[in-house]
Protein backbone atom coordinates (compact mmCIF):
# COMPACT_ATOMS: atom_id res chain seq x y z
CA UNK A 1 0.00 0.00 0.00
CA UNK A 2 2.84 2.53 0.70
CA UNK A 3 4.12 1.79 -2.66
CA UNK A 4 1.37 2.43 -4.01
CA UNK A 5 0.73 5.84 -2.26
CA UNK A 6 4.36 6.69 -3.34
CA UNK A 7 4.08 5.59 -6.91
CA UNK A 8 0.61 7.77 -7.50
CA UNK A 9 2.02 10.87 -5.25
CA UNK A 10 5.48 10.83 -7.30
CA UNK A 11 2.68 11.05 -10.77
CA UNK A 12 0.94 13.65 -9.19
CA UNK A 13 4.31 15.77 -8.69
CA UNK A 14 6.24 15.63 -11.19
CA UNK A 15 9.43 17.84 -9.90
CA UNK A 16 8.81 17.18 -6.35
CA UNK A 17 10.82 19.74 -4.20
CA UNK A 18 14.43 19.74 -3.81
CA UNK A 19 14.60 16.94 -6.09
CA UNK A 20 16.36 17.49 -9.71
CA UNK A 21 15.16 15.83 -12.92
CA UNK A 22 17.50 13.17 -13.26
CA UNK A 23 16.95 12.11 -9.84
CA UNK A 24 13.23 12.40 -10.49
CA UNK A 25 13.57 10.22 -13.09
CA UNK A 26 15.59 7.37 -10.66
CA UNK A 27 13.20 7.94 -8.17
CA UNK A 28 10.03 6.76 -10.27
CA UNK A 29 12.15 4.00 -11.27
CA UNK A 30 12.63 2.66 -8.42
CA UNK A 31 8.77 3.01 -7.14
CA UNK A 32 8.07 1.41 -10.17
CA UNK A 33 10.17 -1.64 -10.11
CA UNK A 34 9.01 -2.53 -5.98
CA UNK A 35 5.31 -1.76 -7.50
CA UNK A 36 5.42 -3.35 -10.51
CA UNK A 37 2.50 -4.93 -12.46
CA UNK A 38 2.97 -8.72 -11.30
CA UNK A 39 3.61 -7.85 -7.56
CA UNK A 40 6.52 -10.27 -7.33
CA UNK A 41 9.50 -8.30 -7.68
CA UNK A 42 11.52 -6.19 -9.85
CA UNK A 43 10.61 -5.35 -13.24
CA UNK A 44 12.46 -2.31 -14.01
CA UNK A 45 16.04 -2.13 -12.37
CA UNK A 46 18.18 0.72 -11.87
CA UNK A 47 20.91 1.33 -14.44
CA UNK A 48 24.16 -0.32 -13.62
CA UNK A 49 27.51 1.00 -13.57
CA UNK A 50 29.21 -0.04 -16.20
CA UNK A 51 32.33 -2.72 -16.00
CA UNK A 52 35.28 -1.89 -17.86
CA UNK A 53 36.21 -4.20 -20.48
CA UNK A 54 38.76 -6.90 -19.52
CA UNK A 55 41.22 -5.87 -22.69
CA UNK A 56 40.97 -2.45 -21.58
CA UNK A 57 42.50 -2.72 -17.99
CA UNK A 58 45.52 -1.94 -16.78
CA UNK A 59 47.74 -4.77 -14.66
CA UNK A 60 47.12 -3.15 -12.02
CA UNK A 61 43.26 -3.04 -12.67
CA UNK A 62 43.40 -6.45 -13.16
CA UNK A 63 45.30 -7.61 -10.47
CA UNK A 64 42.57 -6.19 -8.35
CA UNK A 65 39.71 -7.65 -10.26
CA UNK A 66 41.37 -11.87 -9.52
CA UNK A 67 41.73 -11.02 -5.62
CA UNK A 68 38.57 -9.46 -5.14
CA UNK A 69 37.03 -12.70 -7.56
CA UNK A 70 39.23 -15.11 -5.67
CA UNK A 71 38.00 -13.88 -2.68
CA UNK A 72 34.59 -13.70 -3.38
CA UNK A 73 34.85 -16.94 -4.93
CA UNK A 74 36.26 -18.37 -1.63
CA UNK A 75 33.51 -16.60 0.44
CA UNK A 76 31.01 -18.80 -1.75
CA UNK A 77 32.71 -22.29 -1.24
CA UNK A 78 32.65 -21.36 2.41
CA UNK A 79 29.10 -20.40 2.48
CA UNK A 80 28.38 -23.71 0.52
CA UNK A 81 30.51 -25.86 3.09
CA UNK A 82 28.61 -24.30 6.14
CA UNK A 83 25.37 -24.54 4.15
CA UNK A 84 25.99 -28.32 3.62
CA UNK A 85 27.18 -28.99 7.17
CA UNK A 86 24.07 -26.87 8.65
CA UNK A 87 21.90 -29.63 6.44
CA UNK A 88 23.99 -32.22 8.16
CA UNK A 89 23.68 -30.79 11.81
CA UNK A 90 19.73 -30.00 10.90
CA UNK A 91 19.19 -34.01 10.16
CA UNK A 92 21.00 -35.08 13.17
CA UNK A 93 19.02 -32.42 15.39
CA UNK A 94 15.50 -34.07 13.97
CA UNK A 95 16.99 -37.37 14.38
CA UNK A 96 17.96 -36.59 18.30
CA UNK A 97 14.69 -35.26 19.34
CA UNK A 98 12.42 -37.34 17.31
CA UNK A 99 14.74 -40.47 16.29
CA UNK A 100 13.09 -42.71 19.15
CA UNK A 101 9.51 -41.67 17.87
CA UNK A 102 10.35 -42.83 14.52
CA UNK A 103 12.12 -45.90 15.38
CA UNK A 104 8.63 -46.53 17.39
CA UNK A 105 6.26 -46.04 14.87
CA UNK A 106 8.66 -48.31 12.34
CA UNK A 107 7.75 -50.93 14.44
CA UNK A 108 3.99 -50.51 15.03
CA UNK A 109 3.03 -53.83 12.97
CA UNK A 110 -0.88 -52.55 13.68
CA UNK A 111 -0.73 -49.56 11.48
CA UNK A 112 1.42 -50.17 8.63
CA UNK A 113 -0.30 -53.16 7.68
CA UNK A 114 -2.53 -50.46 6.21
CA UNK A 115 -0.99 -49.23 3.25
CA UNK A 116 -2.42 -45.59 3.99
CA UNK A 117 -1.62 -45.77 7.26
CA UNK A 118 2.36 -46.82 6.26
CA UNK A 119 2.84 -44.10 3.99
CA UNK A 120 2.03 -41.48 6.76
CA UNK A 121 4.07 -43.19 9.10
CA UNK A 122 6.81 -43.08 6.42
CA UNK A 123 5.99 -38.98 5.53
CA UNK A 124 6.54 -38.80 9.18
CA UNK A 125 9.52 -40.33 9.74
CA UNK A 126 11.40 -38.77 7.33
CA UNK A 127 10.07 -35.15 8.14
CA UNK A 128 11.65 -36.33 11.98
CA UNK A 129 14.54 -37.98 10.58
CA UNK A 130 15.31 -35.41 8.07
CA UNK A 131 16.89 -38.21 5.39
CA UNK A 132 15.18 -40.31 2.87
CA UNK A 133 18.28 -42.04 2.73
CA UNK A 134 18.11 -43.06 7.01
CA UNK A 135 14.58 -43.91 6.73
CA UNK A 136 14.93 -46.46 3.58
CA UNK A 137 18.01 -48.04 5.38
CA UNK A 138 15.96 -48.29 8.96
CA UNK A 139 13.06 -50.22 6.48
CA UNK A 140 15.92 -51.90 4.82
CA UNK A 141 17.15 -53.09 8.70
CA UNK A 142 13.76 -53.64 9.98
CA UNK A 143 12.27 -55.60 7.40
CA UNK A 144 15.61 -57.82 7.32
CA UNK A 145 15.20 -58.75 10.82
CA UNK A 146 11.60 -59.28 10.97
CA UNK A 147 10.62 -56.24 12.75
CA UNK A 148 8.37 -55.11 9.78
CA UNK A 149 6.72 -58.56 9.03
CA UNK A 150 6.77 -58.68 4.93
CA UNK A 151 8.25 -56.61 2.31
CA UNK A 152 4.39 -55.94 1.29
CA UNK A 153 3.93 -53.23 4.30
CA UNK A 154 7.86 -52.22 3.76
CA UNK A 155 6.61 -50.81 0.23
CA UNK A 156 3.84 -47.70 1.20
CA UNK A 157 6.83 -47.20 3.95
CA UNK A 158 8.86 -46.33 0.99
CA UNK A 159 6.82 -44.08 -0.41
CA UNK A 160 6.20 -42.19 2.32
CA UNK A 161 10.01 -41.41 2.60
CA UNK A 162 9.91 -40.00 -0.66
CA UNK A 163 7.58 -37.22 0.11
CA UNK A 164 8.34 -36.53 3.36
CA UNK A 165 12.52 -36.09 1.51
CA UNK A 166 11.17 -33.00 0.38
CA UNK A 167 10.79 -31.14 3.10
CA UNK A 168 13.97 -29.71 3.03
CA UNK A 169 14.23 -27.75 0.35
CA UNK A 170 10.97 -26.37 1.20
CA UNK A 171 12.46 -25.36 4.14
CA UNK A 172 15.14 -24.00 2.69
CA UNK A 173 13.37 -22.22 0.05
CA UNK A 174 12.20 -19.95 3.08
CA UNK A 175 15.75 -18.47 2.99
CA UNK A 176 14.88 -16.17 0.16
CA UNK A 177 11.31 -14.91 1.60
CA UNK A 178 12.76 -11.28 1.55
CA UNK A 179 13.18 -11.15 -1.81
CA UNK A 180 9.18 -11.78 -3.00
CA UNK A 181 10.52 -12.78 -6.74
CA UNK A 182 13.14 -14.82 -5.54
CA UNK A 183 11.09 -16.59 -3.14
CA UNK A 184 8.37 -17.28 -6.08
CA UNK A 185 10.78 -19.23 -7.93
CA UNK A 186 12.73 -21.23 -4.80
CA UNK A 187 9.42 -22.10 -3.54
CA UNK A 188 7.94 -23.43 -6.96
CA UNK A 189 11.65 -24.95 -7.55
CA UNK A 190 11.46 -26.82 -4.49
CA UNK A 191 8.10 -27.53 -4.71
CA UNK A 192 8.87 -29.68 -8.04
CA UNK A 193 10.30 -32.64 -5.92
CA UNK A 194 6.64 -32.21 -3.69
CA UNK A 195 4.45 -32.82 -6.81
CA UNK A 196 6.49 -35.21 -8.41
CA UNK A 197 6.34 -37.32 -5.28
CA UNK A 198 2.48 -36.43 -4.90
CA UNK A 199 1.18 -37.44 -8.24
CA UNK A 200 3.61 -40.15 -8.27
CA UNK A 201 2.10 -41.86 -4.96
CA UNK A 202 -1.39 -40.66 -6.27
CA UNK A 203 -1.02 -43.65 -8.80
CA UNK A 204 1.19 -46.17 -8.06
CA UNK A 205 -0.07 -46.49 -3.76
CA UNK A 206 -3.32 -47.68 -4.98
CA UNK A 207 -1.82 -49.88 -8.19
CA UNK A 208 0.18 -51.22 -5.64
CA UNK A 209 -2.03 -52.23 -2.99
CA UNK A 210 -4.73 -53.90 -5.81
CA UNK A 211 -1.95 -55.91 -8.08
CA UNK A 212 1.77 -55.42 -5.90
CA UNK A 213 3.42 -55.20 -9.00
CA UNK A 214 6.40 -53.68 -7.07
CA UNK A 215 6.76 -56.39 -4.55
CA UNK A 216 6.33 -59.17 -7.24
CA UNK A 217 8.47 -57.05 -9.69
CA UNK A 218 11.19 -57.45 -6.48
CA UNK A 219 11.16 -61.16 -5.90
CA UNK A 220 11.39 -61.80 -9.04
CA UNK A 221 15.05 -59.45 -9.31
CA UNK A 222 15.99 -60.79 -5.75
CA UNK A 223 15.06 -64.72 -6.21
CA UNK A 224 18.04 -64.27 -9.06
CA UNK A 225 20.39 -62.86 -6.97
CA UNK A 226 23.28 -64.41 -5.23
CA UNK A 227 23.50 -63.04 -2.04
CA UNK A 228 27.31 -63.56 -1.26
CA UNK A 229 28.58 -60.00 -0.95
CA UNK A 230 28.94 -57.50 1.37
CA UNK A 231 29.74 -53.66 1.55
CA UNK A 232 30.40 -50.97 3.45
CA UNK A 233 27.94 -47.99 3.89
CA UNK A 234 30.64 -45.22 3.11
CA UNK A 235 29.46 -41.63 2.92
CA UNK A 236 31.64 -39.53 0.84
CA UNK A 237 30.52 -36.07 1.64
CA UNK A 238 30.79 -37.11 5.39
CA UNK A 239 34.17 -37.29 5.26
CA UNK A 240 34.17 -33.45 4.73
CA UNK A 241 31.58 -32.18 6.69
CA UNK A 242 31.99 -34.38 9.82
CA UNK A 243 35.03 -32.51 11.43
CA UNK A 244 32.80 -29.90 11.54
CA UNK A 245 29.58 -31.10 12.39
CA UNK A 246 30.92 -33.52 15.30
CA UNK A 247 32.11 -30.76 17.11
CA UNK A 248 28.67 -30.11 18.68
CA UNK A 249 27.14 -33.56 18.70
CA UNK A 250 27.37 -36.91 17.80
CA UNK A 251 24.90 -39.72 16.70
CA UNK A 252 24.83 -43.45 17.79
CA UNK A 253 23.10 -44.06 14.30
CA UNK A 254 22.49 -47.96 15.04
CA UNK A 255 20.35 -46.89 18.67
CA UNK A 256 17.95 -46.05 16.13
CA UNK A 257 17.13 -49.38 14.57
CA UNK A 258 17.87 -51.32 18.08
CA UNK A 259 15.72 -49.24 19.82
CA UNK A 260 12.87 -50.45 16.66
CA UNK A 261 13.72 -53.68 17.56
CA UNK A 262 13.28 -53.89 20.95
CA UNK A 263 16.89 -54.60 21.64
CA UNK A 264 18.15 -50.93 22.99
CA UNK A 265 19.48 -52.12 26.55
CA UNK A 266 18.40 -49.99 29.82
CA UNK A 267 21.86 -48.84 30.05
CA UNK A 268 21.80 -47.31 27.02
CA UNK A 269 17.91 -46.49 26.74
CA UNK A 270 18.57 -42.60 27.62
CA UNK A 271 20.28 -41.22 25.07
CA UNK A 272 21.02 -41.93 21.02
CA UNK A 273 23.85 -39.42 21.68
CA UNK A 274 27.57 -41.56 21.13
CA UNK A 275 29.13 -42.18 24.72
CA UNK A 276 32.08 -44.57 23.70
CA UNK A 277 34.24 -43.30 20.23
CA UNK A 278 37.14 -46.28 19.76
CA UNK A 279 38.29 -49.03 21.49
CA UNK A 280 41.84 -48.76 22.79
CA UNK A 281 44.59 -50.51 20.05
CA UNK A 282 46.23 -52.95 23.20
CA UNK A 283 46.18 -56.92 23.37
CA UNK A 284 44.05 -57.02 26.36
CA UNK A 285 41.49 -54.96 25.06
CA UNK A 286 40.96 -57.30 22.07
CA UNK A 287 40.56 -60.02 23.42
CA UNK A 288 38.11 -58.69 26.47
CA UNK A 289 36.65 -55.46 26.03
CA UNK A 290 35.17 -53.91 28.80
CA UNK A 291 33.56 -50.42 29.06
CA UNK A 292 36.22 -49.46 31.96
CA UNK A 293 39.56 -49.67 30.80
CA UNK A 294 39.22 -49.88 27.07
CA UNK A 295 36.88 -47.90 25.24
CA UNK A 296 37.78 -44.29 24.05
CA UNK A 297 35.22 -41.87 25.36
CA UNK A 298 33.69 -39.31 23.25
CA UNK A 299 34.50 -35.36 22.99
CA UNK A 300 31.90 -33.12 21.66
CA UNK A 301 29.92 -30.25 23.05
CA UNK A 302 26.75 -31.68 24.47
CA UNK A 303 28.61 -34.61 25.81
CA UNK A 304 28.18 -35.45 28.94
CA UNK A 305 25.73 -32.93 29.49
CA UNK A 306 22.58 -33.52 31.93
CA UNK A 307 20.08 -31.87 29.34
CA UNK A 308 17.55 -34.82 27.17
CA UNK A 309 18.04 -35.95 24.07
CA UNK A 310 15.26 -33.85 22.62
CA UNK A 311 15.95 -30.58 24.71
CA UNK A 312 19.50 -30.91 22.92
CA UNK A 313 17.68 -31.83 19.44
CA UNK A 314 15.33 -28.49 19.75
CA UNK A 315 18.46 -26.20 20.51
CA UNK A 316 20.99 -27.75 17.90
CA UNK A 317 17.05 -27.36 15.37
CA UNK A 318 17.71 -23.58 16.11
CA UNK A 319 21.12 -23.82 15.58
CA UNK A 320 20.92 -25.34 12.24
CA UNK A 321 18.31 -23.47 10.93
CA UNK A 322 20.10 -19.75 11.72
CA UNK A 323 23.22 -21.50 10.26
CA UNK A 324 21.38 -22.57 7.58
CA UNK A 325 19.87 -19.14 6.84
CA UNK A 326 22.93 -17.66 7.35
CA UNK A 327 24.75 -19.72 4.78
CA UNK A 328 22.30 -19.26 2.41
CA UNK A 329 22.32 -15.22 2.32
CA UNK A 330 25.76 -15.05 2.05
CA UNK A 331 26.01 -18.12 -0.90
CA UNK A 332 23.31 -16.31 -2.90
CA UNK A 333 25.14 -12.73 -2.40
CA UNK A 334 28.25 -14.19 -2.92
CA UNK A 335 26.68 -15.81 -6.39
CA UNK A 336 25.37 -13.05 -7.76
CA UNK A 337 28.68 -10.76 -6.87
CA UNK A 338 30.86 -13.42 -8.84
CA UNK A 339 29.07 -13.65 -11.67
CA UNK A 340 28.30 -10.67 -12.56
CA UNK A 341 25.63 -9.66 -15.51
CA UNK A 342 27.74 -11.36 -18.25
CA UNK A 343 29.00 -14.09 -16.15
CA UNK A 344 25.23 -14.86 -15.20
CA UNK A 345 24.62 -15.16 -18.89
CA UNK A 346 26.78 -17.91 -19.56
CA UNK A 347 25.99 -20.00 -16.62
CA UNK A 348 22.05 -19.52 -17.59
CA UNK A 349 23.13 -20.31 -20.98
CA UNK A 350 25.34 -23.32 -19.86
CA UNK A 351 22.84 -24.62 -17.21
CA UNK A 352 19.94 -24.45 -19.00
CA UNK A 353 21.02 -24.68 -22.63
CA UNK A 354 20.43 -27.47 -24.92
CA UNK A 355 22.83 -30.36 -26.47
CA UNK A 356 23.41 -29.25 -30.58
CA UNK A 357 21.16 -31.12 -33.11
CA UNK A 358 18.78 -33.55 -32.76
CA UNK A 359 20.68 -34.78 -29.58
CA UNK A 360 18.85 -32.15 -28.09
CA UNK A 361 15.85 -34.61 -26.72
CA UNK A 362 18.78 -36.00 -25.04
CA UNK A 363 19.59 -33.20 -22.79
CA UNK A 364 17.00 -33.65 -19.76
CA UNK A 365 18.28 -37.12 -19.34
CA UNK A 366 21.73 -36.45 -19.20
CA UNK A 367 20.71 -33.94 -16.48
CA UNK A 368 18.78 -36.40 -14.85
CA UNK A 369 21.98 -38.49 -15.12
CA UNK A 370 24.03 -35.79 -13.60
CA UNK A 371 21.63 -35.55 -10.67
CA UNK A 372 21.69 -39.23 -9.84
CA UNK A 373 25.62 -39.36 -10.33
CA UNK A 374 26.10 -36.10 -8.04
CA UNK A 375 23.27 -38.29 -5.56
CA UNK A 376 25.17 -41.58 -5.15
CA UNK A 377 27.96 -39.59 -4.76
CA UNK A 378 27.08 -37.40 -1.59
CA UNK A 379 24.30 -40.10 -0.45
CA UNK A 380 21.55 -37.40 0.03
CA UNK A 381 18.80 -35.82 -2.27
CA UNK A 382 18.02 -33.64 0.23
CA UNK A 383 21.22 -31.99 -0.02
CA UNK A 384 21.42 -31.78 -3.48
CA UNK A 385 17.83 -30.57 -4.43
CA UNK A 386 17.89 -27.91 -1.52
CA UNK A 387 21.70 -26.75 -3.01
CA UNK A 388 19.68 -26.01 -6.64
CA UNK A 389 17.10 -24.44 -4.74
CA UNK A 390 18.72 -20.90 -4.20
CA UNK A 391 19.86 -20.90 -8.07
CA UNK A 392 16.58 -21.57 -9.17
CA UNK A 393 15.53 -18.96 -6.48
CA UNK A 394 18.12 -16.23 -8.12
CA UNK A 395 16.98 -17.15 -12.32
CA UNK A 396 20.52 -18.97 -12.55
CA UNK A 397 18.07 -22.56 -13.55
CA UNK A 398 15.20 -22.91 -15.05
CA UNK A 399 12.21 -24.81 -13.64
CA UNK A 400 12.38 -27.29 -16.78
CA UNK A 401 15.42 -27.86 -15.89
CA UNK A 402 15.49 -28.31 -12.27
CA UNK A 403 12.90 -31.48 -13.20
CA UNK A 404 15.18 -34.05 -14.00
CA UNK A 405 17.94 -32.89 -11.88
CA UNK A 406 15.70 -33.85 -9.22
CA UNK A 407 14.36 -36.54 -10.71
CA UNK A 408 17.72 -38.11 -11.03
CA UNK A 409 18.40 -37.59 -7.31
CA UNK A 410 15.28 -39.24 -6.54
CA UNK A 411 16.89 -41.90 -8.27
CA UNK A 412 20.05 -41.95 -7.83
CA UNK A 413 19.07 -41.44 -3.82
CA UNK A 414 18.18 -45.44 -4.10
CA UNK A 415 21.77 -46.58 -3.76
CA UNK A 416 22.12 -46.00 -0.38
CA UNK A 417 19.26 -48.43 0.34
CA UNK A 418 21.16 -50.88 -1.63
CA UNK A 419 24.02 -50.61 0.40
CA UNK A 420 22.43 -50.84 3.50
CA UNK A 421 20.74 -53.82 2.13
CA UNK A 422 24.31 -54.70 0.84
CA UNK A 423 25.94 -54.59 4.20
CA UNK A 424 23.28 -56.71 5.99
CA UNK A 425 24.28 -59.61 7.92
CA UNK A 426 22.87 -62.77 8.43
CA UNK A 427 20.51 -65.63 6.85
CA UNK A 428 20.30 -65.59 3.10
CA UNK A 429 16.26 -64.97 3.18
CA UNK A 430 16.47 -61.76 5.68
CA UNK A 431 18.94 -60.35 3.20
CA UNK A 432 16.89 -60.93 0.37
CA UNK A 433 14.14 -59.16 2.14
CA UNK A 434 16.25 -56.45 2.49
CA UNK A 435 17.09 -56.35 -1.27
CA UNK A 436 13.56 -56.50 -1.58
CA UNK A 437 12.96 -53.13 -0.54
CA UNK A 438 15.56 -50.95 -1.23
CA UNK A 439 14.88 -52.46 -5.22
CA UNK A 440 11.15 -51.56 -4.35
CA UNK A 441 12.82 -48.22 -3.35
CA UNK A 442 14.10 -47.85 -7.02
CA UNK A 443 11.54 -49.24 -9.18
CA UNK A 444 9.07 -46.83 -7.79
CA UNK A 445 10.99 -43.78 -8.75
CA UNK A 446 11.54 -45.40 -12.20
CA UNK A 447 8.00 -45.92 -12.29
CA UNK A 448 7.14 -42.33 -11.37
CA UNK A 449 9.80 -40.89 -13.71
CA UNK A 450 8.29 -42.99 -16.69
CA UNK A 451 5.40 -42.16 -15.70
CA UNK A 452 5.50 -38.10 -15.39
CA UNK A 453 8.36 -37.25 -17.54
CA UNK A 454 8.57 -38.88 -20.92
CA UNK A 455 5.72 -37.44 -22.46
CA UNK A 456 5.56 -33.75 -22.55
CA UNK A 457 2.01 -33.23 -21.47
CA UNK A 458 2.25 -35.47 -18.41
CA UNK A 459 5.83 -33.47 -17.78
CA UNK A 460 4.15 -30.07 -18.01
CA UNK A 461 1.31 -31.11 -15.52
CA UNK A 462 3.99 -31.60 -12.70
CA UNK A 463 5.94 -28.29 -14.02
CA UNK A 464 2.31 -26.08 -13.88
CA UNK A 465 1.57 -27.93 -9.97
CA UNK A 466 4.64 -26.47 -8.53
CA UNK A 467 4.33 -23.37 -10.70
CA UNK A 468 0.75 -22.73 -9.10
CA UNK A 469 2.21 -23.22 -5.71
CA UNK A 470 5.23 -20.59 -6.59
CA UNK A 471 2.70 -17.70 -7.71
CA UNK A 472 0.47 -18.69 -4.63
CA UNK A 473 3.15 -17.70 -2.76
CA UNK A 474 4.49 -14.79 -4.62
CA UNK A 475 0.88 -13.24 -3.65
CA UNK A 476 0.85 -14.94 -0.02
CA UNK A 477 4.15 -15.33 1.38
CA UNK A 478 2.69 -16.50 4.42
CA UNK A 479 1.19 -20.01 2.31
CA UNK A 480 4.18 -21.19 2.53
CA UNK A 481 4.45 -21.60 6.15
CA UNK A 482 0.95 -23.13 5.99
CA UNK A 483 1.42 -25.54 3.04
CA UNK A 484 4.66 -27.19 5.07
CA UNK A 485 2.27 -27.17 8.25
CA UNK A 486 -0.57 -29.04 6.34
CA UNK A 487 1.82 -31.31 3.87
CA UNK A 488 4.36 -32.69 6.12
CA UNK A 489 2.80 -32.40 9.86
CA UNK A 490 -1.22 -32.07 10.22
CA UNK A 491 -2.37 -34.31 6.92
CA UNK A 492 -0.41 -37.19 8.04
CA UNK A 493 -0.65 -36.90 11.49
CA UNK A 494 -4.63 -37.01 10.94
CA UNK A 495 -4.16 -39.95 8.73
CA UNK A 496 -1.79 -41.97 10.75
CA UNK A 497 -4.51 -40.96 13.85
CA UNK A 498 -7.57 -42.26 11.69
CA UNK A 499 -5.74 -45.39 10.95
CA UNK A 500 -5.62 -46.18 14.31
CA UNK A 501 -8.65 -46.67 15.00
CA UNK A 502 -8.86 -48.94 11.78
CA UNK A 503 -9.55 -49.51 7.95
CA UNK A 504 -13.50 -48.73 8.56
CA UNK A 505 -12.95 -45.58 10.67
CA UNK A 506 -10.37 -44.55 8.22
CA UNK A 507 -12.23 -44.73 4.89
CA UNK A 508 -15.62 -43.29 6.77
CA UNK A 509 -13.57 -39.75 6.90
CA UNK A 510 -11.56 -40.14 3.99
CA UNK A 511 -13.58 -41.27 0.91
CA UNK A 512 -16.42 -38.63 1.60
CA UNK A 513 -13.34 -36.05 1.93
CA UNK A 514 -11.42 -37.44 -1.48
CA UNK A 515 -15.00 -37.74 -3.73
CA UNK A 516 -14.96 -33.95 -2.92
CA UNK A 517 -11.73 -33.28 -4.15
CA UNK A 518 -12.38 -35.29 -7.30
CA UNK A 519 -15.91 -33.05 -7.79
CA UNK A 520 -13.66 -30.09 -7.15
CA UNK A 521 -10.94 -31.16 -10.09
CA UNK A 522 -14.05 -32.14 -12.32
CA UNK A 523 -15.75 -28.84 -12.01
CA UNK A 524 -12.41 -26.81 -12.76
CA UNK A 525 -11.73 -29.21 -15.82
CA UNK A 526 -15.49 -28.25 -16.75
CA UNK A 527 -15.18 -24.37 -16.44
CA UNK A 528 -11.51 -24.53 -18.03
CA UNK A 529 -12.96 -26.29 -21.68
CA UNK A 530 -16.88 -26.78 -21.45
CA UNK A 531 -17.58 -24.15 -19.19
CA UNK A 532 -20.78 -23.00 -21.96
CA UNK A 533 -21.97 -26.31 -21.18
CA UNK A 534 -22.32 -25.87 -17.63
CA UNK A 535 -25.61 -23.75 -15.94
CA UNK A 536 -24.69 -20.09 -15.48
CA UNK A 537 -24.28 -20.39 -11.83
CA UNK A 538 -21.42 -23.10 -12.25
CA UNK A 539 -19.53 -21.48 -15.04
CA UNK A 540 -17.67 -19.70 -12.23
CA UNK A 541 -17.19 -20.42 -8.54
CA UNK A 542 -18.56 -16.96 -7.47
CA UNK A 543 -22.15 -18.59 -6.23
CA UNK A 544 -19.58 -19.69 -3.04
CA UNK A 545 -18.44 -17.24 -0.34
CA UNK A 546 -14.92 -15.79 -0.95
CA UNK A 547 -13.60 -17.64 2.13
CA UNK A 548 -14.26 -20.78 0.27
CA UNK A 549 -12.63 -19.86 -3.04
CA UNK A 550 -10.07 -17.22 -2.37
CA UNK A 551 -7.05 -16.58 0.12
CA UNK A 552 -7.42 -12.77 0.09
CA UNK A 553 -9.58 -12.95 3.48
CA UNK A 554 -7.15 -14.55 5.62
CA UNK A 555 -4.56 -12.32 3.69
CA UNK A 556 -5.98 -9.41 5.05
CA UNK A 557 -6.75 -11.28 8.27
CA UNK A 558 -3.31 -12.31 8.28
CA UNK A 559 -2.13 -8.12 7.13
CA UNK A 560 -4.57 -6.94 9.95
CA UNK A 561 -2.92 -9.03 12.98
CA UNK A 562 0.66 -8.22 11.58
CA UNK A 563 -0.17 -4.40 12.04
CA UNK A 564 -1.80 -5.12 15.19
CA UNK A 565 1.45 -6.54 16.78
CA UNK A 566 3.83 -3.99 14.81
CA UNK A 567 1.59 -1.28 16.24
CA UNK A 568 1.56 -3.00 19.85
CA UNK A 569 5.36 -3.54 19.61
CA UNK A 570 6.04 0.36 18.62
CA UNK A 571 3.28 1.68 21.14
CA UNK A 572 5.36 -0.12 23.74
CA UNK A 573 8.82 1.24 23.10
CA UNK A 574 6.98 4.77 22.51
CA UNK A 575 6.23 4.59 26.35
CA UNK A 576 10.01 3.09 27.30
CA UNK A 577 11.52 6.08 25.35
CA UNK A 578 9.09 8.69 27.24
CA UNK A 579 9.68 7.21 30.78
CA UNK A 580 13.35 7.44 30.20
CA UNK A 581 13.45 10.77 28.80
CA UNK A 582 11.58 11.78 32.09
CA UNK A 583 14.00 10.13 33.95
CA UNK A 584 16.85 11.64 32.42
CA UNK A 585 15.06 15.11 33.13
CA UNK A 586 14.41 14.29 36.79
CA UNK A 587 17.99 13.61 37.16
CA UNK A 588 18.76 16.86 35.74
CA UNK A 589 16.61 18.71 38.00
CA UNK A 590 17.65 16.81 41.12
CA UNK A 591 21.37 16.54 41.24
CA UNK A 592 21.69 14.45 44.01
CA UNK A 593 20.28 11.54 41.92
Given at each position: MAAVSTSAAASQSPHAPGVGDDEQVVLLKAVRSVDSGSGYGCEEKLPKKESIPWKDRSNAQRAKSGVLFSVKFLVLLTALYFFICSLGILSDSFQLAGGREAGDALSENTVISNPLGGLMIGVLATVLLQSSSTTTSLVVALTASNVIPNVKSSIPIIMGANIGTSVTNTIVSMGQVADREQFRRAFAGATVHDMFNFLSVLILLPLEAITGYLYYLTKAIVDHMSLTEEANNQEFLSALTNPFTELFIQLNRTAIIENAK????????????????????????????TTENCTIPCHYAFFGSSL?????????????????????????????????AQMEGVVKKAANGD????????????????????????????????????????????????????????????????????????????????FQVAFAHLFFNLSGTLIWFPVPRMRNIVLACARFMGEETGKYRWFAILYL??????????????????????????????VLLFLIWLLNMLQRHWRSHL????????????WLRSLEPYDELISRLVRVVRRKKSGSFQVLSEKDEEGSQSGARDPSK
Open positions: GNLSESKADTLLKVYCGILDTADCHQNVSDRVIGIIMLVIALVMLIGALLVMVKALQSVLGLPGRARYLTPYLAMLIGAGVTMLVQSSSVFTSTLTPLVGIGLLSLDRMLPLTLGSNIGTTFTGILAALAIKGAAEDRRHGVLAFLLVPGLVFALSLGGLGVMLGVLVPVAPSRLRTWAFLPL
